[in-house]
Antibody, heavy 118, light 108 residues
Framework: EVQLVESGGGLVQPGGSLRLSCAAS????????MNWVRQAPGKGLEWVSY????????YYADSVKGRFTISRDNAKNSLYLQMNSLRAEDTAVYYCARDPGAGRFDYWGQGTLVTVSS | DIQMTQSPSSLSASVGDRVTITCQASQDISNYLNWYQQKPGKAPKLLIYDASNLETGVPSRFSGSGSGTDFTFTISSLQPEDIATYYC??????????FGQGTKLEIK
């Protein structure tokens, strides 16, 4: 069974940093592209970042470029999102999502809530 | 950037009704369009990929059509468990994926 489990969310002050993790199981993690997608409270879905299966290709949404860093450790079946210079508008549930290489998100984690507030 | 305009933003229908949601792209995206269902407090679920392909395990009452800039998502006979918010998503314009703003579906 495919499972994606996010962790690392919490309350952080504006300007602070947080590192999210996504633990994958039930599939060959190293064969899949991965993404982070977020959802602000009561709002719609916003794609945040993409990483290729090898980690060699990375994309970011304009809203987080220069502040967030996506990475992966295929030996540990884990995906990460390092978030720096956090702003109130980064407050959201962050989901990791598997991408079978065709621009679609076929499995999602349960999400982890990040709250940026003083 | 490609903008995705979804309509309506909310919809109320009765059990057994045929329900249609549309998604319009700001430029030609071929068939690079997916549809998701999100129930309250849950992660989104992929229903339709490449505009018209039903994801494995998804009931056949769900369908999608369209290409270019205009796309349609249909529930042929609305069931109580279909109450959710539905999103379209384009993947033509890498490296930016874009979601529509969502359609909240309620039972009348």
């Amino acid at each position: 069974e495919v499972q994606l489990v996010e962790s690392g969310g919490g309350l952080v002050q504006p300007g602070g940093s947080l590192r999210l993790s996504c633990a994958a199981s039930g599939f060959t993690f190293s064969s899949y592209e991965m993404n982070w997608v977020r959802q602000a409270p009561g709002k719609g879905l916003e794609w945040v970042s993409y990483i290729s299966s090898s980690g060699s290709t990375i994309y970011y949404a304009d809203s987080v470029k220069g502040r967030f860093t996506i990475s992966r450790d295929n030996a540990k079946n884990s995906l990460y999102l390092q978030m720096n210079s956090l702003r109130a508008e980064d407050t959201a549930v962050y989901y990791c999502a598997r991408d079978p290489g065709a621009g679609r998100f076929d499995y999602w984690g349960q999400g982890t809530l990040v709250t940026v507030s003083s | 950037d490609i903008q995705m305009t979804q309509s309506p933003s909310s919809l109320s229908a009765s059990v057994g009704d045929r329900v249609t949601i549309t998604c319009q792209a700001s430029q030609d995206i071929s068939n690079y369009l997916n549809w998701y269902q999100q129930k309250p407090g849950k992660a989104p679920k992929l229903l339709i990929y490449d505009a018209s392909n039903l994801e494995t395990g998804v009931p056949s009452r769900f369908s999608g059509s369209g290409s270019g800039t205009d796309f349609t998502f249909t529930i042929s006979s609305l069931q109580p468990e279909d109450i959710a918010t539905y999103y379209c998503q384009q993947y033509d314009n890498l490296p930016q994926y874009t979601f529509g703003q969502g359609t909240k579906l309620e039972i009348k």
